[in-house]
């Protein structure tokens, strides 16, 4: 019986050992800097602590598995263990001693499990008595929100080493006499925040009067439902350097007041990001947030290096309140974006002046996203804004105030300047810069009556330039120098409207540049602009347009890495570019291509590219799944096409052929048609030409006549002249003549009317019929001609005789027939029309009229 139960434990003990052994298996060990083992065992689905890893370990990576329980002993061999994580488990007990012979851990993190807190087992962490950092935030929440949460002291109280602790707050919290143990804690965060505005609840002066007073940084961040302070809160904590807020709906008003403890001191971050929400909006605390002299009188006075102040409602602020700080020489970072400030007046102008120009240190400005409520903004992060000297696809702003003829001078310790998405823009701005460290400039989606005009200064060391969403026409920059511009942005520009007006939309020169986006901005061409002769480009992004080739340039940018043509209307790639993009492979400096979603072509047109798609080395992002349009607009893979040319193509030979016979038919019949066009139409075509040749003389001389001819008739003639000589002269051949009964105004005397439209005409032509003398006028505009014709420039007095003997002809006519054309034309139309001698006469009438 023995023997069966000493087998039995050996069994179990093989079991357990080949177990754990698995388990340790699927472990991987790295060695850290000096050189000790880490043990990474995250994401292995293991339900308990391995025990057969190397006993040496530093530190022991266990999250994201299946640990429900924390037993005794459970570390017991890795006594040199460091660090230990077991976040994202789902451990919800641990056992007394299950931290036994850990003494040299220093961080624990056991966040994101099932940890009930409130009985944690009174000396949990008792061995733990090097422990510097514990997260055990991000646990169970109670089932009763509505009662007090005691915090277990307790087991804290043992944790006497420990600096930072990061837990969750509970509604009516309770922290115990326990946690004054805690003399070297500088650092409490509160991950998780319960906390609401219900059963009269609210964060009581007293809530932290037994933390130590050494506590150098203060997170109650997240809470996002309205919830009471009391203004005493922080009275605990007098030395208090970062104390945040953010995204905790305590409204403005009450954030502010609870500073009362911290006035006159020193602190590096206050973060009051998003403490107000538009789910607040009551009388004591309204949406819309005014600052006053009152609610600034703690602020003021602290040396604060960063504020961040972004989405809390302000609407406005009174004389000096927002920009009065007592320190503004203690500013490194002051962020205000994402408020509803309106277009300033003078003085507040003034103020923000002052306050900028004694703000000597600082780096950072951000006041984006003004006036309006905007969706989805960008927000810099106050403790690390050095991540935008990164050049992320995020924004920055500098707030300029609504006003005529500014001219602002830029700190030495400006950095960065971000003042996009704004609707507040100035008639005319100027920004000058004396020693300037601006690397970071973006003014990107604003809108502009006249762009900000920089000095040269301030561009000296710009590394990063977006002006995105700014039609192009507008900005102002001259022909200068960026020797340090290294990333440009003009997303939106509207740059196709200076490329189809053919002006240059870029002058400035930077040498260094290295990455630039222009996409979206309906290009078609850039072959004309001189900007990308920049030598040293390597990410150009040219997506999101209109190109239905690349550009030739590009062959230029030998430097190029990355080259972004998605998303526009490319049918095929030319053969310069394909031989380019061969000579780049060679090289071994091949830029990463991206044409995706164009509108490529398969068809006999492009059979050259298909060949050479299918047989070159260049790689396409996205490449095998480019398709393109083959006959009757069927979409179909590009490497299909280009793998099976015989299969889509085989009738290729045959339609070059084709082609060609219907080039040369269409070649000759295209010089043939001309010619004959041309002889057939000779005296027209150089009747026009001296028409145009006579113009521009007389536009020389200064003889500008209205009309090309003064026609005298009687009435007979009126119905000859309305369907015969009118539609010839006018419609025809596009003269302007003057007839009295159409052309002079009434009213006028008729003598004078007569008189000035003969001498605004360059001919006159008189239409003698047997009865014209019977006129009234006919004489008297015989003898204005003659007037003319010998006074003036009156080119010729022509006649056209109808159905007249010669002896009826006006003596006044034969006096001066020496200088008088003769033409005799019948008075029926129909014979006119139908007569080869009368289309004579016709075309002898356009020669005199058309020839000087």
Same mark, same amino acid.
């Given at each position: 019986?023995?023997?069966?139960?000493?087998?039995?434990?050996?069994?179990?003990?093989?079991?357990?050992?080949i177990?754990?052994?698995?388990?340790?298996?699927?472990?991987? /060990?790295?060695?850290?800097?000096?050189?000790?083992?880490?043990?990474?065992?995250? %994401?292995?689905?293991?339900?308990?602590?391995?025990?057969?890893?190397?006993?040496?370990?530093?530190?022991?990576i266990?999250?994201?598995? !299946?640990?429900?329980?924390?037993?005794?002993?459970?570390?017991?061999?890795?006594?040199?263990?460091?660090?230990?994580?077991?976040?994202?488990?789902?451990?919800?007990?641990i056992?007394?001693?299950?931290?036994?012979? !850990?003494?040299?851990l220093?961080?624990?993190?056991?966040?994101?499990?099932?940890?009930?807190?409130?009985?944690?087992?009174?000396r949990? +962490?008792?061995?733990?008595?090097?422990?510097?950092?514990?997260?055990?935030?991000?646990?169970n =929440?109670?089932?009763?929100?509505?009662?007090?949460?005691?915090?277990?002291?307790?087991?804290?109280?043992t944790?006497?080493?420990?600096?930072? !602790?990061?837990?969750?707050?509970f509604?009516?919290?309770?922290?115990?006499?326990?946690?004054?143990?805690?003399?070297?804690?500088?650092?409490?965060?509160?991950?998780?925040?319960?906390?609401?505005?219900?059963?009269r609840?609210? @964060?009581?002066?007293?809530?932290?009067?037994?933390f130590?007073?050494?506590?150098k940084?203060?997170?109650?961040?997240?809470?996002?439902?309205?919830?009471?302070?009391?203004?005493? !809160? @922080?009275?605990?904590?007098?030395?208090?350097?970062?104390?945040?807020?953010s995204?905790?709906?305590?409204?403005?008003?009450?954030?502010?007041?609870?500073?009362?403890?911290?006035?006159?001191?020193?602190?590096?971050?206050? %973060?009051?990001?998003?403490?107000?929400? %538009?789910?607040?909006?009551?009388?004591?605390f309204?949406?819309?947030?005014?600052?006053t002299?009152?609610?600034?009188?703690? @602020?003021?006075?602290?040396?604060?290096?960063?504020?961040?102040?972004?989405?809390?409602?302000?609407?406005?602020?009174?004389?000096?309140?927002?920009?009065?700080?007592?320190h503004?020489?203690?500013?490194?970072?002051?962020?205000?974006?994402?408020?509803r400030? &309106?277009?300033?007046?003078?003085?507040?102008?003034?103020?923000?002046?002052?306050?900028?120009?004694n703000?000597?240190?600082?780096?950072?400005?951000?006041?984006s996203? @003004?006036?309006?409520?905007?969706?989805?903004?960008?927000?810099?992060?106050?403790?690390?804004?050095?991540a935008?000297?990164?050049? &992320?696809?995020?924004?920055?702003?500098?707030?300029?105030?609504?006003?005529?003829?500014?001219?602002?001078s830029?700190?030495s310790?400006i950095?960065?300047?971000? +003042?996009?998405?704004?609707?507040?823009?100035?008639?005319?701005?100027?920004i000058?810069?004396?020693?300037?460290?601006?690397?970071?400039?973006?003014v990107?989606?604003?809108?502009?009556?006249?762009?900000?005009k920089f000095?040269?200064?301030?561009?000296?060391q710009?590394?990063y330039?977006?002006?995105?969403?700014?039609?192009v026409?507008?900005?102002?920059?001259?022909?200068?120098?960026?020797?340090?511009?290294?990333?440009?942005?003009?997303?939106?520009?509207?740059?196709?409207?200076?490329?189809?007006?053919?002006?240059?939309?870029?002058?400035? =020169?930077a040498?260094a540049?290295?990455?630039?986006?222009?996409?979206?901005?309906?290009?078609?061409t850039?072959?004309?602009?001189?900007?990308?002769?920049?030598?040293?480009?390597?990410?150009? %992004?040219?997506?999101?347009?209109?190109?239905?080739?690349?550009p030739?340039?590009?062959?230029?940018?030998?430097?190029?890495?990355?080259?972004?043509?998605?998303?526009?209307?490319?049918?095929?790639?030319d053969?310069?570019?394909?031989?380019?993009?061969?000579?780049?492979i060679?090289?071994?400096r091949?830029?990463?291509?991206n044409?995706?979603?164009?509108?490529?072509?398969?068809?006999?047109?492009?059979?050259?590219?298909?060949?050479?798609?299918?047989?070159?080395?260049?790689?396409?992002?996205?490449?095998d #799944?480019?398709t393109?349009?083959?006959?009757?607009?069927?979409?179909?893979?590009?490497?299909?096409?280009?793998?099976?040319?015989?299969?889509?193509?085989?009738?290729?030979?045959?339609?070059?052929?084709?082609?060609?016979?219907?080039?040369?038919v269409?070649?000759?019949?295209?010089?043939?048609?001309?010619?004959?066009?041309?002889?057939?139409y000779?005296w027209?075509?150089?009747?026009?030409?001296?028409?145009?040749?006579?113009?521009?003389v007389?536009?020389?001389?200064?003889?500008?006549?209205i009309?090309?001819a003064?026609?005298?008739?009687?009435?007979?003639?009126?119905?000859?002249?309305?369907?015969?000589l009118?539609?010839?002269?006018?419609?025809?051949?596009?003269?302007?003549?003057?007839l009295h009964?159409?052309?002079?105004?009434?009213?006028?005397?008729?003598?004078?009317?007569?008189?000035?439209?003969?001498?605004?005409?360059?001919?006159?032509?008189?239409?003698i019929t047997?009865?014209?003398?019977?006129?009234?006028?006919?004489?008297?505009?015989?003898?204005?001609?003659?007037?003319?014709? /010998?006074?003036?420039n009156?080119?010729?007095i022509?006649?056209?005789?109808?159905?007249?003997?010669?002896?009826?002809?006006?003596?006044?006519?034969? #006096?001066?027939?020496?200088?008088v054309c003769?033409?005799?034309?019948?008075?029926?139309?129909?014979?006119?029309?139908?007569?080869?001698?009368?289309?004579?006469?016709?075309?002898k009438?356009?020669?005199?009229?058309?020839?000087?």
């Amino acid at each position: 019986m023995k023997m069966n139960q000493i087998r039995r434990m050996f069994l179990l003990s093989v079991m357990i050992t080949i177990v754990n052994g698995n388990q340790s298996m699927s472990c991987t /060990y790295k060695w850290n800097i000096e050189n000790k083992p880490i043990a990474h065992c995250e %994401n292995q689905g293991l339900t308990s602590v391995p025990r057969n890893l190397k006993r040496d370990i530093t530190e022991l990576i266990l999250s994201n598995n !299946l640990i429900r329980k924390l037993q005794k002993d459970s570390f017991v061999r890795y006594a040199k263990m460091e660090i230990l994580i077991l976040s994202k488990n789902h451990i919800s007990e641990i056992q007394e001693d299950a931290f036994a012979g !850990l003494h040299l851990l220093k961080v624990l993190k056991v966040n994101d499990n099932m940890i009930n807190i409130k009985i944690l087992p009174e000396r949990v +962490f008792r061995h733990l008595s090097n422990l510097i950092d514990l997260d055990i935030s991000l646990n169970n =929440k109670p089932l009763d929100a509505n009662t007090k949460f005691v915090y277990p002291d307790g087991a804290f109280s043992t944790l006497r080493s420990l600096q930072n !602790l990061s837990i969750d707050l509970f509604m009516f919290p309770e922290f115990g006499a326990g946690f004054s143990s805690l003399q070297n804690l500088t650092v409490l965060k509160f991950s998780r925040c319960y906390l609401r505005n219900s059963s009269r609840f609210r @964060l009581l002066n007293s809530t932290f009067k037994h933390f130590s007073a050494n506590l150098k940084e203060l997170y109650i961040s997240g809470c996002r439902n309205f919830f009471l302070l009391e203004d005493g !809160l @922080l009275e605990y904590f007098p030395d208090l350097k970062i104390l945040d807020l953010s995204e905790s709906y305590v409204h403005l008003y009450q954030a502010l007041r609870i500073l009362r403890p911290l006035q006159h001191k020193n602190m590096s971050v206050i %973060n009051f990001h998003h403490i107000s929400d %538009n789910s607040i909006n009551e009388d004591d605390f309204p949406y819309s947030v005014v600052i006053t002299v009152e609610l600034m009188k703690y @602020l003021k006075t602290i040396c604060i290096e960063a504020l961040d102040l972004s989405k809390t409602g302000i609407v406005g602020y009174h004389q000096n309140s927002l920009f009065s700080f007592e320190h503004p020489k203690c500013f490194r970072t002051f962020i205000i974006s994402a408020n509803r400030l &309106p277009a300033t007046t003078p003085y507040h102008s003034t103020q923000v002046y002052i306050f900028f120009m004694n703000a000597i240190n600082m780096k950072v400005y951000d006041c984006s996203y @003004l006036t309006i409520d905007y969706s989805n903004p960008v927000y810099v992060n106050v403790y690390h804004t050095e991540a935008f000297y990164h050049f &992320p696809k995020s924004m920055k702003y500098f707030q300029i105030p609504s006003q005529r003829n500014i001219s602002y001078s830029l700190p030495s310790s400006i950095e960065f300047l971000r +003042f996009t998405h704004i609707q507040i823009t100035p008639t005319s701005a100027s920004i000058t810069c004396k020693n300037t460290s601006l690397k970071y400039l973006d003014v990107s989606y604003g809108v502009y009556i006249h762009y900000p005009k920089f000095s040269e200064d301030c561009v000296k060391q710009l590394e990063y330039l977006d002006i995105s969403g700014i039609p192009v026409a507008i900005i102002t920059f001259p022909s200068m120098l960026l020797p340090k511009l290294s990333v440009l942005k003009m997303t939106d520009a509207r740059i196709d409207q200076i490329v189809r007006k053919g002006r240059e939309w870029m002058s400035f =020169k930077a040498p260094a540049l290295r990455e630039v986006d222009i996409s979206f901005n309906n290009i078609w061409t850039l072959e004309e602009t001189t900007f990308f002769e920049q030598p040293h480009i390597t990410h150009l %992004n040219m997506s999101n347009n209109l190109f239905r080739t690349i550009p030739n340039f590009v062959t230029k940018l030998q430097n190029l890495d990355s080259l972004d043509l998605s998303n526009n209307l490319i049918t095929s790639i030319d053969y310069n570019i394909r031989v380019w993009l061969d000579i780049m492979i060679h090289s071994k400096r091949f830029p990463n291509l991206n044409l995706d979603n164009n509108a490529f072509i398969c068809s006999c047109d492009t059979l050259d590219f298909l060949l050479w798609f299918e047989n070159t080395n260049v790689t396409f992002h996205n490449g095998d #799944n480019y398709t393109c349009t083959i006959s009757k607009n069927k979409q179909i893979l590009l490497k299909e096409v280009a793998k099976n040319i015989k299969k889509y193509f085989a009738d290729c030979e045959a339609t070059l052929w084709l082609h060609v016979g219907i080039i040369l038919v269409a070649s000759a019949f295209g010089i043939f048609v001309p010619l004959s066009l041309l002889y057939n139409y000779r005296w027209n075509i150089i009747l026009y030409m001296y028409r145009k040749v006579r113009r521009v003389v007389e536009k020389n001389l200064h003889e500008n006549y209205i009309y090309d001819a003064y026609v005298s008739y009687e009435e007979r003639s009126v119905l000859w002249i309305q369907k015969c000589l009118l539609p010839k002269i006018e419609e025809e051949w596009g003269l302007k003549v003057c007839l009295h009964d159409r052309d002079l105004l009434p009213g006028d005397i008729t003598a004078d009317a007569k008189a000035e439209s003969i001498q605004q005409s360059r001919h006159v032509v008189f239409i003698i019929t047997e009865h014209f003398t019977e006129g009234k006028w006919g004489r008297f505009e015989i003898d204005r001609a003659k007037y003319e014709k /010998y006074t003036t420039n009156l080119r010729k007095i022509i006649v056209i005789l109808q159905n007249i003997r010669i002896e009826d002809i006006p003596d006044e006519i034969v #006096n001066i027939s020496n200088d008088v054309c003769f033409i005799e034309m019948a008075l029926d139309e129909n014979e006119i029309i139908n007569s080869t001698d009368n289309q004579r006469d016709w075309l002898k009438l356009k020669a005199l009229l058309y020839l000087n």
